[in-house]
């Protein structure tokens, strides 16, 4: 029996586009699915890649199919089934075997995983795949935890079915145990941002500048080709052109104003607070999905609270500035997170080497994620995406648009919750000497909590304790 180099188990949409990924570049897969009908009709539709592909239906026989090391990479819901899983492959696995998981976990289960497996000689490994079915199928972007012994055996399969960005492949070992589903959790959560941010400025053109969402495509169209480049600026040009071949309708103007969220923005969102990080853009995204939810209560304070939305036309030069502006402040906030988790967890993230393998295959790639691997590489001041210089100098001139845009949105009526906190989080940080002075002054006066002085070190009380 040829004993193949890497099993996939798990043949939903991602699962099954890795595998034949795999199989595509003459890697031989072991496969295999809960629901075992789904294998052999997976193969039916391999075509010739079937010929690199090996189906069973027994765990056992998937298992006993694999080359040692063993490596096995499970496409399956994350959580109990993952942990369900482990309990019953792991005792078919040898010594110095590993385990993958490139779901969307969450990577305190994966720490704890990784831990658990570790005790039993075997590795586990959390891997963040970005990209949907397209870059499952033909080039992810992959975020990589785990030990450094499967980051061996792993390098040679996973640069071969990886995004390539002027051919560097979009995969990399990040750090150990959790680290690569961490950084896929903070992708998502600036993947929230971004696609907020492009919604908010959408709106404006849609509602306060009344124009039709094929012109906005075309704008957005303009801007997909220049420092606005990017796969979400693109899927938004090419939808908007799209008509509803039922109603004849823009598509856009008949899809229920309702976001899904599967959870990974708002997991961004709990361990930037856990971590004592604020990222108000990323919450002010998962804020949005949540409100927009609430359609009927939407629509109920609607008629008593009245929905006017004024006129509000700055024009797609300010409107793509503000974007641009927006998108660096809440990348800026998304990397301030991944510093706090690597102080933390002590995993060393080296942050131009994660923007450089989100160039390409993942969501948000962009041409800005050139630019912030550069100033990463350059050494940015205190670790700050802001204050590394050629990014504060484009910060410094969207920033003047951000300011228009969103203070004339706010001015006619329109919800602007990225854009507005990005500008109020740019606003707190270039501000010296802030306003938290009166927080201390208040906690001291009804808890007696004392604060700090700008002139005398050590802890004070203020005179209304004398
Ligand atoms: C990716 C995407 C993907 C995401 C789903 C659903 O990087 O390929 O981020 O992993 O989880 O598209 O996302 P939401 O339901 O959370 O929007």
Not at 6 to 14: K, N, R
Not at 335 to 346: K, T, V
Not at 360 to 371: E, K, M, N, Q, V
Request: with cysteine; aromatic share 6%; net charge negative.
């Amino acid at each position: 029996m040829t004993m193949a180099r890497i099993g996939v188990y798990g043949l939903g949409t991602m699962g099954s586009a890795l595998a034949l990924n795999l199989a595509e570049n003459g890697i031989s897969v072991a496969v295999s699915n809960r629901e075992t009908d789904w294998i052999a009709d997976f193969i039916a539709e391999a075509g010739p890649l079937a010929a690199q592909l090996h189906p069973h239906d027994r765990l056992e026989d998937f298992v006993a199919g694999l080359a040692l090391p063993r490596v096995i990479l499970f496409m399956i819901p994350s959580g109990a089934p993952m942990d369900a899983m482990i309990e019953t492959v792991a005792s078919m696995l040898a010594p110095g075997d590993t385990i993958i998981d490139a779901g969307n976990a969450d990577f305190h289960d994966t720490r704890r995983r990784a831990a658990a497996l570790a005790g039993r000689d075997l590795h586990f490994v959390g891997m963040g795949v970005s990209g949907g079915e397209a870059g499952a199928r033909h080039g992810p972007s992959m975020m990589v935890g785990g030990s450094k012994h499967s980051w061996k055996q792993l390098r040679p399969i996973l640069d071969a079915i990886a995004a390539r960005h002027e051919g560097d492949p979009c995969v990399d070992h990040l750090g150990p145990d959790g680290a690569g589903h961490f950084v896929k959790t903070v992708h998502n959560g600036i993947e929230y941002a971004d696609m907020q941010a492009i919604a908010e400025i959408y709106g404006l053109m849609r509602h306060g500048a009344a124009l039709p969402p094929a012109e906005i495509g075309g704008i957005f169209a303009e801007w997909d080709r220049g420092p606005l480049q990017s796969y979400l600026t693109g899927i938004t040009a090419e939808m908007l052109q799209y008509a509803d071949p039922h109603t004849g309708h823009p598509v856009v103007d008949v899809i229920l104003d309702s976001a899904g969220q599967k959870g990974t923005g708002r997991w961004t969102v709990v361990e930037a607070v856990r971590l004592g990080q604020s990222a108000n853009t990323i919450e002010a995204a998962v804020g949005a999905r949540s409100w927009s939810s609430e359609k009927h209560v939407r629509m109920a304070a609607e008629a008593v609270l009245g929905g006017t939305r004024g006129v509000f036309d700055p024009g797609p030069t300010a409107l793509g500035e503000a974007l641009l502006a927006a998108r660096i402040l809440a990348h800026s906030q998304g990397f301030r997170i991944l510093a706090a988790a690597s102080q933390e967890y002590d995993w060393t993230l080296d942050f131009a080497r994660i923007a450089e393998i989100w160039r390409a295959g993942c969501i948000i790639r962009s041409a800005l994620l050139d630019d912030i691997a550069r100033a990463f590489r350059g050494g940015a001041p205190e670790g700050q995406l802001i204050l590394a210089p050629d990014v504060a100098e484009t910060l410094a001139r969207a920033v003047l648009a951000l300011r228009e845009v969103v203070a004339g949105a706010v001015v006619a009526g329109h919800a602007v919750p990225v854009l507005s906190a990005a500008l109020a989080w740019y606003d707190t940080m270039r501000q010296g000497f802030g306003t938290a002075n009166v927080i201390q002054a208040q906690r001291d006066t009804f808890g007696r909590h004392g604060f700090e002085r700008l002139d005398t070190p050590g802890r004070h009380h203020g005179p209304w304790w004398d």
